[in-house]
């Protein structure tokens, strides 16, 4: 209703719903309104009704709803859709759309891609099987044997070191090789990256240095000579320090177990072993026996030492506590190692100069490739390599399992004290020799 005294402004305009102006109704620039739709429209300049604005929404209806898998490889059902209702997908998704085209897959088969085709499978077959492959396909098959002569430590070679001193120890640091010596004048540790160039170093002291042994941190050899600095250590190989030995015994080797270094000496009276966490603070140990304890080796759970003597063995699950066993023989045993199943331990002397154990208490004999003076063994993840001081020409054996074990020709007759495994060769030491290029190491190639 006008306001009184006013006279009211209407637009041309209409009630009807979906009513449009036509041309005729409209002169250009004039609007016309529809107030059911709240439509506004304008005639413009070429005489043409245009919307201008629109306070109504964009809804629309649809009388029917349908879905198709279309190439996607999936069926639908429950469509077409005219009032409400639910569309269910099925079947298996193309490969062409991101899927395998499989309803399942095997458990525990590997799936290879296969183009457009649907996937195929390898299944694992036999335990310790792996996945090889022809350049074109994969197969499940058993690994194969290592060939390297490298690694299955069948041919060796001289390397010249640079003097002629009495190695006696070697060991590995994830780097460099560090060997350790009884003799010379200030110079009695040699090192190498590969087992084929060495380095000599100074020492701090003149002790007769028999092993070496690394921890992750650094090197801690052992010497059966000097006052109270029987231990030396170095984090390179290359800078050395003197350290307080726990007595002045006659130190033969050294083995490192995740916490401690233990070593063991040919001499003392009960107290014949001494352990480190670190290299450098030293405690004496009680040993089961004053024999002359040579060789030191830790399993997953204990140190097993080997020795000269009527009660040659003896464990500790932490260097501290000492148990005597029972080996198979009173013979002098020198070397011992761990190769992940089994201790394999080697003797300069007695009939069968091999005993192997799987934990330290039982042991049984095996037989030596030949009957020669045994001194040092390591084992390389494939092969346990053994070195002598003696034979003609065969002072390496070889076992894959510390069981059967097999001459190998020695790049010399040296006095081969120690050996050791890097990542890709073993390299062994010897005491002085009578060649003039001093070839005191010899690696596998």
């Avoid at 759309?97 to 799936?111: E, P």
Wanted: charged share 10%.
């Amino acid at each position: 209703m006008a306001q009184t005294n006013f006279t009211p402004i209407s637009l041309y305009h209409s009630t009807t719903a979906a009513a449009i102006p036509t041309s005729g109704n409209l002169v250009a620039g004039e609007l016309a309104l529809n107030t059911v739709d709240e439509k506004l429209y304008f005639k413009n300049s070429a005489g043409t009704v245009k919307l201008l604005a629109s306070n109504a929404g964009s809804a629309a209806t649809v009388s029917s709803v349908a879905v198709s898998g279309g190439t996607t490889g999936l069926t639908t059902s429950g469509g077409p859709i005219t009032t409400s209702g639910t569309i269910t997908l099925a079947g298996t998704l193309a490969v062409a759309n991101g899927g395998t085209s499989l309803a399942t897959l095997t458990a525990n088969n590997v799936i290879l891609g296969n183009g457009t085709s649907a996937p195929t499978f390898v299944a694992p077959s036999t335990n310790g099987n792996v996945l090889t492959s022809n350049g074109t396909t994969w197969t499940s098959a058993a690994a194969s044997a290592p060939t390297s002569s490298r690694v299955l430590a069948t041919v060796w070679t001289g390397r010249s070191t640079p003097n002629n001193k009495s190695y006696r120890g070697i060991a590995w640091n994830g780097r460099i090789f560090a060997a350790v010596a009884d003799s010379g004048t200030g110079n009695r540790v040699m090192t190498s990256p590969d087992g084929v160039t060495w380095t000599a170093r100074t020492t701090p002291s003149d002790n007769n240095w028999q092993a070496i042994a690394w921890n992750g941190t650094v090197f801690a050899a052992v010497s059966s000579s000097g006052t109270g600095d029987r231990v030396m250590t170095s984090s390179d190989g290359v800078t050395w320090t003197s350290r307080t030995s726990a007595a002045d015994n006659d130190w033969r080797a050294i083995a490192w177990n995740g916490t401690v270094f233990a070593a063991v000496s040919n001499t003392g009276t009960g107290n014949r072993v001494m352990t480190s966490p670190d290299g450098t603070t030293w405690t004496i140990r009680t040993s089961t026996a004053d024999v002359s304890w040579n060789a030191i080796a830790w399993s997953s759970t204990v140190f097993c030492a080997v020795a000269q003597g009527s009660t040659s063995i003896m464990t500790s699950p932490d260097g501290i506590t000492w148990t005597a066993r029972t080996g198979i023989s009173n013979d002098n045993w020198n070397g011992i190692a761990w190769s992940g199943t089994l201790f394999a331990a080697v003797a300069q002397n007695g009939s069968s100069r091999v005993q192997t154990s799987p934990d330290g208490i039982t042991w049984t004999g095996r037989t030596a490739a030949a009957a020669i003076e045994w001194y040092a063994i390591a084992w390389n993840g494939t092969v346990f390599a053994a070195v002598a001081i003696s034979g003609t020409g065969n002072r390496v054996m070889t076992s894959p399992d510390g069981i059967t074990w097999t001459s190998q020709t020695s790049a010399t007759d040296g006095t081969w004290r120690a050996i050791a495994w890097s990542s890709t060769v073993f390299a062994a030491v010897a005491q002085e020799t009578a060649f003039s290029d001093f070839v005191q190491c010899m690696t596998t190639i």
